[in-house]
């Protein structure tokens, strides 16, 4: 039995070699893991808990923009934020990754831990250690857990027994396999408040909500963890809903907006409820909603567009190519020619009303793209999504180890001559530049699919009715400058 009350200090990171389009990307998203596991260890073990987030702390802000990682000056500022924040006290020190991106940055802290906070127990967990566990366990390695898969039930596992006290003694980080199977239903409200009491930004971030975990598709692009799919119930649902609009009416009060986080919407029982739900409480005269989707869902129960409609819902659709062969390669679909048929009845009925409008998600640069590929989709988005009701968004293929395409390079390597950068995540430069194939295929280079990307997609991005201003020229400023890097 512990005789004293526990202590965590869970730290969020971020990376080094930010340019401002990439604050666009990646500041406005709170780390709803990390709150989380907050809520469920102070609920069921009454610790103390605090938050430390790197990308709002003005001390290391700076150093974030920089060409070179200058890691004596970092480690300074480092201290000096730990100590700011009493690091003193904390026993115990957590890190959940929703990315590689931050692989090189959690790693350097744990070494400023060994050498200047040789105490503290460090747990780290999330995307990057669940895909390669590995990196956290190298020798000399400062962390103590390692957790791969859900850290929900690790974590709780390992406050209420001994056993952080039993891996700081031992000389090899533990690594220890969650079983990805808690009840959603037994998870608190996420610790949204001792947050945002400490980084008090009104309007700044994006509050998001969701009613199921895992997914029952498996994209071979995917970068979400591979967990039992599994819903809350509704009763649990809408208790955390109501909780949530309260939240966001104090912090997002101009434009009040909630994103349901399901990777894809409908596919949960529940989803329909929640559509008549949000209709018969008027909550879209307050709020602006969204989700993701798959076509096919949608397809198949039309009456879901009614739905959204009435419910002002922004749909995203994940289309992501519009060639036949890629999308079978991304497992996307098993019959395109259908896929095809079914995007294009959903984007009529889009042109014909004016409020809520939809979006289409696509993927450039997965392996086997090449310049015939990349044509098809712009040819496909020209011809059908070339409206302002329609929000085209485009994104590049990341090889995140987490996905079905990571664990399977060779067959990419050997049918289309794909080339793959194996370990980006530890390279000193722009991580999303190094996670992009260096060729999606044998006679398509990085620097044309960069080229045709930017090229290709500005007029499709900017027919929106809502395009952003400010987002569209740092997307234009930041593509031009890697294009230009890449001809040199
Ligand atoms: S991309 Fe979306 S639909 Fe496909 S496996 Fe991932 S979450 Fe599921």
Not at 134 to 156: A, Q, Y
Not at 268 to 280: E, M, R
Not at 415 to 441: A, C, M
């Amino acid at each position: 039995m512990r005789n004293k009350k526990s202590n965590l200090l869970i730290i969020y990171p971020t990376f080094f070699f930010q340019d401002v389009y990439h604050k666009d990307l990646f500041y406005s998203e709170l780390p709803l893991k990390s709150l989380q596991i907050s809520a469920l260890l102070k609920k069921k073990e009454n610790i103390s808990i605090d938050f430390l987030d790197l990308r709002f702390e003005e001390e290391l802000s700076p150093l974030f923009s920089k060409n070179e990682i200058d890691f004596l000056k970092f480690k300074e500022k480092v201290i000096k934020v730990l100590e700011h924040n009493s690091i003193e006290k904390f026993e115990n020190v957590s890190f959940f990754l929703d990315s590689s991106y931050q692989y090189l940055q959690t790693n350097y802290i744990s070494e400023i831990f060994k050498e200047e906070f040789p105490k503290a127990k460090i747990i780290v967990g999330g995307q990057h250690p669940t895909a390669i566990a590995s990196d956290f366990t190298n020798k000399g390695s400062n962390f103590n857990i390692v957790i791969v898969g859900e850290p929900e039930s690790v974590m709780l596992d390992l406050i209420k027994s001994n056993y952080l006290n039993k891996a700081k003694n031992s000389k090899q980080p533990q690594i220890i396999e969650s079983r990805n199977d808690f009840d959603l239903n037994l998870l608190p409200f996420p610790d949204y408040l001792s947050y945002l009491n400490k980084y008090n930004y009104k309007n700044k971030f994006n509050f998001t909500i969701h009613l199921s975990r895992g997914c029952p598709f498996n994209c071979s692009f995917c970068k979400i963890m591979r967990t039992n799919f599994r819903n809350f119930s509704f009763i649990q649902f809408i208790k955390r809903f109501e909780k949530l609009q309260r939240i966001v009416l104090k912090y997002n009060n101009k434009l009040p907006k909630i994103g349901f986080l399901d990777q894809s919407f409908n596919s949960a029982i529940l989803s329909n409820k929640i559509l008549k739900y949000i209709i018969k409480n008027n909550l879209q005269e307050i709020f602006k909603f969204t989700c993701q989707t798959r076509i096919e869902i949608v397809y198949n129960h039309k009456e879901i567009l009614y739905f959204f409609k009435k419910a002002g819902m922004v749909a995203g659709f994940g289309f992501e190519s519009a060639n036949e062969n890629l999308l079978i390669e991304m497992n996307k679909t098993r019959n395109p020619g259908n896929y095809f048929k079914k995007m294009k009845k959903i984007l009529e009925f889009y042109k014909t009303i004016t409020e809520p409008y939809c979006r289409i998600n696509t993927l450039a640069g997965f392996p086997g793209e090449n310049a015939q590929s990349f044509q098809d989709t712009i040819n496909f988005l020209e011809t059908y999504g070339f409206h302002e009701n329609i929000q085209i968004s485009p994104s590049l293929f990341i090889n995140d180890p987490i996905t079905p395409v990571y664990n399977n390079m060779s067959y990419f390597e050997e049918k289309y001559g794909t080339k793959f950068k194996k370990e980006w995540w530890n390279i000193q430069s722009d991580p999303l530049k190094n996670s992009v194939l260096p060729k999606p295929s044998k006679n398509y280079t990085k620097a044309q699919l960069i080229k045709d990307y930017k090229d290709q997609y500005i007029h499709l991005l900017t027919k929106f009715k809502l395009s952003p201003f400010e987002p569209l020229i740092n997307w234009k400023n930041y593509f031009n400058k890697w294009e230009k890097a890449l001809e040199t």
